[in-house]
């Protein structure tokens, strides 16, 4: 169940098939493996069809499928070997190990839309691995390839010699048929300054909440239930609902605060006698104060709250303290107190915290929002809103979870991006073909139209003739090899004369 499952997420037609390849995935520990795995994992929850390819890696428990190819790895004896050929001069070698790359590349890639890859294309670990990529984006009818730029050697301010010679050279090269993203604005500029000029996306990275705070699927559920990872707002208050919990007070201020243009959600966790009669009378009171103020989707009584699969939600102290980690207020109201236990705990976990300013209270409490229990709502709810707009971890914490949670960026910024790629591919494939072209034509003449079909072909085969190499995106042009030599081979050595 995902937190951010609605119309935009579950209710997206016609899963789309990714696959998102990297050297190893987890268990392997790394940077990039962790964020393999976030978008593996929450691609997944959105409804898609994941596959992730790899090197090395997987546990067979994943609720995603994991393709393990050793040739895909970076410490593979056939690569290591490559490497050092090529090193020597001799392209032999790594010629032949990225054409048997490729052939099984193209099969684990069978029936896949996208194939996300991630460092590959930039890093020097394996690079018959990304030679094999970039031809396999220029097959005709091949997997759209998306490549996901974490870093690169180049940034480095004296990069190893052998990386500014062929073939390596190739990992700072744009291929036309491949799309570009990266993970920040600065991570952009600096492709752009090594002379990375393609088309770049920054698609952000972030952070998975659930698998952060080790969640309680019944949390996360119900957090999905009430989408509370995209409130503005979220309070709590672990109270039992008895008459001197004044919880009417807890409403109202949820009222000035939703006046104040917040989406704010208020969850009271405890519950109320249903053998008391005063308790049954004061719980059918908020509710009268709920729905008169037109609240029912701002405030959750988890005493009555049924999950979508009519499951009834019994909270613990697991899911207590799930609720303070994913709030951004603790709010007691309380007319009396013996102690404030719940401020402990919120000051455990460092959770801002707004209460009347009772005895108990102001003898636990440091550095809280004390009100009276007799002050307006109104004057409340703007006291709570200013002390969170001064708190630096609240603003912190709101920025994090509005702009960099994994899963709003997959479901926000990722699959709309990857909808777009194959929807430009669609109309490139079914768009009118003019008169006496073929689509290859076309397509061609569409990467480039400066060179007719014509004078390419008898280019190419002269300088195929001579045993000459090129290099793409170097100014020359940029054109599928498949239609012209099945033989062709991924460009090394000098370009053709300018």
Not at 380 to 385: K, P, S
Not at 398 to 405: A, E, F
Request: net charge positive; with cysteine.
């Amino acid at each position: 169940m995902s937190p951010f499952e609605d119309d935009r997420g579950k209710g997206m037609d016609d899963a789309l098939k990714i696959g998102i390849l990297h050297y190893t995935c987890p268990p392997v520990v790394g940077g990039v493996e962790e964020i393999v795995n976030q978008h593996a994992s929450i691609l997944h929850r959105l409804n898609q069809q994941v596959t992730v390819l790899a090197g090395k890696g997987g546990t067979g428990n994943e609720p995603y499928e994991v393709k393990i190819e050793p040739l895909f790895g970076s410490k593979h004896q056939s690569v290591l070997k490559a490497h050092e050929q090529v090193r020597r001069g001799d392209h032999l070698g790594i010629e032949k190990l990225t054409s048997r790359i490729l052939e099984r590349l193209t099969k684990l890639c069978g029936g896949l839309d996208i194939l996300m890859v991630h460092n590959v294309l930039q890093m020097p670990f394996n690079l018959p691995l990304t030679l094999a990529i970039r031809r396999l984006a220029e097959s005709d009818d091949g997997v759209k390839v998306v490549s996901w730029a974490h870093d690169s050697p180049y940034f480095q301010p004296n990069p190893p010699d052998f990386l500014n010679s062929d073939p390596w050279t190739v990992l700072r090269m744009p291929h036309p048929l491949i799309h570009y993203v990266t993970i920040s604005e600065s991570r952009k500029e600096l492709f752009l300054q090594q002379g990375e000029r393609g088309d770049w996306t920054v698609i952000n990275n972030g952070i998975d909440p659930m698998a952060f705070f080790y969640l309680d699927p019944r949390s996360v559920k119900l957090a999905s239930e009430l989408r509370l990872f995209d409130r503005d707002l979220v309070m709590v208050q672990p109270s039992r609902i008895t008459p001197r919990k004044n919880l009417e007070l807890s409403i109202h201020i949820v009222r000035g605060i939703k006046a104040l243009g917040y989406n704010v959600l208020f969850v009271m966790t405890g519950a109320y006698d249903p053998h008391e009669t005063r308790a049954t009378s004061y719980y059918r009171r908020l509710r009268y104060w709920i729905q008169e103020l037109d609240l029912k989707d701002h405030i959750a009584i988890l005493a009555e709250y049924r999950f979508k699969d009519k499951s009834r939600l019994v909270p613990d102290r697991i899911f207590i303290r799930d609720l303070y980690l994913m709030a951004d207020l603790l709010l007691m109201t309380s007319k009396d107190e013996g102690f404030g236990l719940p401020l402990l705990e919120a000051g455990m976990i460092k959770l801002p915290i707004a209460c009347t300013a009772i005895p108990p209270f102001l003898e636990v409490g440091r550095d809280v929002c004390f009100f009276g229990k007799d002050d307006p709502p109104l004057f409340i709810a703007g006291r709570i809103v200013e002390y969170l707009s001064r708190s630096n971890t609240h603003r912190m914490y709101r920025h994090v979870m509005k702009n960099y949670v994994m899963e709003r960026v997959c479901r926000d910024r990722l699959l709309p991006y990857l909808r777009t790629l194959l929807d430009i591919r669609k109309k490139r494939r079914n768009g009118p073909i003019p008169s006496g072209k073929s689509s290859k034509t076309t397509l061609w003449m569409g990467i480039n139209p400066l060179f007719s079909r014509a004078f390419v072909a008898r280019w190419w085969r002269g300088r195929w003739i001579q045993g000459a190499r090129w290099k793409m995106d170097e100014g020359i042009l940029s054109v599928r090899q498949s239609h012209f030599s099945s033989a062709t081979q991924e460009p090394w050595g000098s370009p053709p004369p300018q």
